[in-house]
């Protein structure tokens, strides 16, 4: 059985209010993906880190 961080992957799955899908969320997800040939997946991950990192700092500087 592999150790926690190789060969496993943790999963999430999304939910996109009515109000947010009608920005055409997925659509435009999927032309930057391709423009920058990368997968959606990726540019989740890193959106959600970028987000994290950013509301970290913010939570030290209190």
């Known amino acids: 059985m ?3 961080g ?3 992957t943790d ?4 939910y996109i209010p009515q109000k947010k899908a009608q920005q055409n ?3 435009r997800l999927r032309k930057l993906a391709e423009k920058k ?4 997946n ?5 959106a959600i880190l970028q987000y994290l990192e950013r509301e970290e700092k913010k939570e030290k500087g209190s």
């Open 6 to 8: 190789q060969g496993t």
């Open 25 to 27: 969320v997925i659509e």
């Open 2 to 4: 592999p150790k926690r």
């Open 42 to 46: 990726y540019l989740v991950v890193e």
């Open 37 to 40: 040939d990368r997968s959606i």
């Open 11 to 14: 999963k999430i799955s999304i």
